[in-house]
């Protein structure tokens, strides 16, 4: 295979992991800081496909992402989930009593701060990626600061790990998905999951009535999740997560929902990977 793919973050980051799980282990990636910068990679063509977290079973929704895939009319052509585990890492040779700050990811930060209530002496900041601080640690020899991040990166950067699955709720699991610019060509009988986005209005019951309508057409409901409209306030777009059996179910409510939303788009088609 040789794409190249764009991640949230560097060698090392949770993002890195999802990639090499999915695409092999020598697949060519592309470091991005930031998710922004991750989708300008796949439209201006420097990445061909890409790695973005969506939500987390802890924390929820990624809600920003859900924006970025829609308005840069990105598509869903699979999904990915890993088992998160946190470990609280710092230059060898010195103990938790050492470190005055730690840096990371603010989701890490959240998912972590029942741990570093035992420590009200180490100052948390939140910055833009688990991996970078790591490797800013080990390019600046600095002590006193430690960093969330996974065991890979502290293989990979020479960090001693101070504390292993620091984590609040130790069954913490990340949904990825894989997106690209162009949709993928799946056959039809392989295809048993869409991602779906819809606009409604204002009448009452309307929100109802396409559930029930997806009920009717055998669609099994596994996320729903509301996005205000920027330019129309007040107003919301939801993004929609289904399963089913036979992809003609599924088509039969793409022709009804077309119908009866507002608007109404596909993010992806793949297939479902069961948790």
Same mark, same amino acid.
């Given at each position: ?11 090392? $980051? ?19 800081? !930031? ?25 929820? $929704? ?32 010195? $103990? ?16 972590? %701060?029942?741990? &570093? ?37 502290? !293989? ?8 292993? %699955? ?21 056959? %039809? ?28 057409? %055998? ?17 919301? $777009? ?5 399963? &089913? ?18 608007? &109404? ?11």
């Amino acid at each position: 295979m040789n794409n190249r793919v764009a991640i949230q973050g560097i060698l090392g $980051s949770f993002h890195h992991q999802v990639a090499q799980e999915y695409f092999g282990s020598a697949v060519e990636v592309n470091e991005c800081l !930031s998710f922004d910068a991750l989708v300008d990679s796949l439209i201006n063509k420097t990445s061909d496909i890409a790695v973005m977290a969506i939500e987390n079973s802890i924390a929820g $929704s990624i809600i920003p992402n859900y924006a970025l895939i829609d308005s840069n009319n990105l598509h869903i052509i699979g999904e990915h989930y890993i088992n998160v585990n946190h470990n609280f890492m710092a230059l060898k040779g010195q $103990s938790i009593s050492d470190i005055k700050e730690v840096y990371s990811h603010p989701m890490a930060l959240l998912q972590c %701060k029942t741990f &570093f209530k035992q420590y009200p002496h180490i100052k948390l900041v939140e910055d833009a990626d688990t991996a970078e601080v790591a490797r800013r640690i080990h390019q600046g020899q600095l002590k006193g600061v430690g960093a969330i991040a996974s065991k890979a990166a502290a !293989s990979i950067f020479d960090l001693e790990i101070l504390a292993e %699955k620091i984590q609040t709720i130790q069954t913490n699991s990340t949904r990825f998905v894989i997106v690209k610019t162009k949709n993928s060509i799946i056959p %039809k009988e392989e295809i048993n999951k869409a991602s779906i986005m819809f606009e409604l209005g204002t009448k009452r019951g309307s929100l109802a009535t396409v559930l029930n309508v997806m009920s009717d057409c %055998k669609l099994n409901l596994t996320k729903i999740q509301s996005l205000p409209k920027i330019e129309t306030p007040w107003r919301y $777009s939801f993004f929609v997560d289904v399963t &089913f059996e036979q992809y003609e179910d599924f088509e039969k409510a793409k022709a009804l929902l077309g119908i009866m939303a507002s608007h &109404f788009k596909v993010h992806g088609e793949y297939k479902n990977v069961k948790r």
